[in-house]
């Protein structure tokens, strides 16, 4: 025998880990492999999610009414700002699909943000927050938005002695949640409020359930060509995309062409995932834009680069397929994407 009898024993031990390790290893990966599927080019042939429509109705997301209420009165609270003057509101304008129509906004010390605002309206239903997803649910979006007070410039520890000096402000919180003022509370009110904001009923949900006539004959062309196209590919799901991760510019160099075009050379921001994970793949990777709403929140992509709905579709199809697209097409694929914008119902009381 090669192994005395009794380290036997330890051998047995050391077996028995390996394979521990082992299953921790594949339960990371099929993490990974959840978070951002390998899916980096365009085809047709990526066809729909469980065999149904690629694209689903929208649903609104179940919410406590007495948190969303709390969380209201916080997304427009101008004390969560170093100066007193912004709120969460100033970027993400609700009564303009939930962004400022701004390629970059305006922070609370002055500055221009790196990225164009995304809205908040069906925030609740992505699978990652920001651009670069460094943020998984709404709460910890929302932790981080006071870790990196960039926006308005007020960390947690500025903002939370204001906060509870408001003492009707500290009763109706205390009655909500027990432990009364706290970041984790905070985080929780303005993801809950922001979980209201689906819309629901787009024009586009009524073609789903049913209603033939719902969209104009160009629109139902229009989602033919958004199918045929392979854009399902990465923008499918009840919100149209927000729940993958995707290269900006995976046939042709995007930012070599900005840069080319306008002068403007490859910022920090423009690496995308690449500064959350550090993963080399993950450069210029970028979450699959929502297209819900997205008629209403131009300018459009990471940099705010594309002007109009039709200058975005011709951009994606460029450096995403290599091709141009006919302008017919474009046409057509705009009429589609326009019903998407559904109904924002308040729910608070
Ligand atoms: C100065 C403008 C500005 C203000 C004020 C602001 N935001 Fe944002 N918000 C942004 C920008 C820009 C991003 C994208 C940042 C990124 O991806 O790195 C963003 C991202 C988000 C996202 C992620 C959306 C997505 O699709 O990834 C949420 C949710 C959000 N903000 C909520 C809030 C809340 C809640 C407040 C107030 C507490 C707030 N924002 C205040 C500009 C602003
Ligand atoms: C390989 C995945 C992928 C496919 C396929 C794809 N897109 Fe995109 N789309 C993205 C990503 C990633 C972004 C964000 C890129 C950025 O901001 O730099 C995006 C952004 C967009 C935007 C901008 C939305 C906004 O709010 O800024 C529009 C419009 C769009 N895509 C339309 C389309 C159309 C139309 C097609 C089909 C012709 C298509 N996409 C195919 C990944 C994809």
């Known amino acids: 025998m090669l192994i005395p009898k009794r380290y036997l024993r330890y051998l047995?031990?050391?077996?028995v880990l390996l394979l521990?390790?082992?299953m921790a290893y594949w339960l990371h990966q099929r993490h990974n492999a959840r978070l951002a599927q390998p899916l980096r080019h365009f085809s047709a042939a990526q066809q729909p999610v469980n065999g149904s429509t690629p694209i689903t109705t929208l649903q609104a997301i179940p919410t406590n009414p007495a948190q969303v209420a709390l969380g209201k009165r916080l997304f427009f609270d101008p004390r969560l700002s170093h100066s007193n003057t912004m709120n969460c509101a100033s970027c993400h304008d609700l009564t303009r699909g939930g962004v400022d129509g701004q390629r970059y906004s305006k922070r609370d010390d002055g500055s221009l943000t790196t990225v164009n605002t995304p809205t908040v309206f069906n925030a609740?239903?992505?699978?990652?927050?920001?651009?670069?997803?460094?943020?998984?649910?709404?709460?910890?979006q929302a932790i981080t938005f006071f870790v990196e007070h960039q926006e308005q410039g007020a960390p947690w520890a500025e903002v939370e002695p204001k906060l509870r000096a408001d003492k009707d402000f500290n009763?109706?919180?205390?009655?909500v949640y027990a432990d009364g003022i706290t970041l984790?509370?905070?985080a929780h009110a303005l993801a809950e409020f922001q979980r209201s904001l689906t819309t629901p009923n787009a024009p586009f949900d009524r073609y789903l359930r049913g209603d033939k006539n719902?969209?104009?004959a160009d629109a139902q062309k229009g989602y033919q060509t958004f199918t045929r196209y392979g854009c399902v590919g990465c923008h499918?799901?009840?919100?149209?995309?927000g729940n993958m991760f995707e290269q900006m510019g995976s046939v042709r160099d995007y930012f070599a062409e900005r840069e080319q075009k306008t002068g403007e050379k490859i910022t920090r921001a423009d690496l995308g995932r690449f500064n959350?994970?550090?993963h080399e793949d993950d450069r210029h990777v970028f979450k699959v834009c929502s297209l819900r709403n997205v008629a209403k929140t131009a300018p459009y992509f990471h940099d705010g680069s594309a002007k109009t709905l039709e200058d975005a579709v011709t951009t994606m199809v460029r450096y995403n397929l290599g091709i141009e697209m006919p302008p017919n097409d474009v046409r057509l694929i705009a009429e589609f994407l326009k019903t998407l914008s559904g109904d924002y119902a308040e729910h608070t009381p």
């Open 276 to 278: 959350a994970t550090h």
């Open 20 to 22: 521990l390790l082992g």
């Open 214 to 216: 719902a969209i104009s």
């Open 184 to 186: 984790k509370n905070v």
């Open 12 to 15: 047995g031990v050391f077996l």
């Open 171 to 175: 009763r109706d919180f205390s009655r």
């Open 236 to 241: 499918q799901g009840m919100n149209v995309g």
């Open 124 to 140: 609740g239903l992505r699978s990652a927050q920001f651009w670069d997803g460094r943020a998984e649910t709404l709460e910890d």
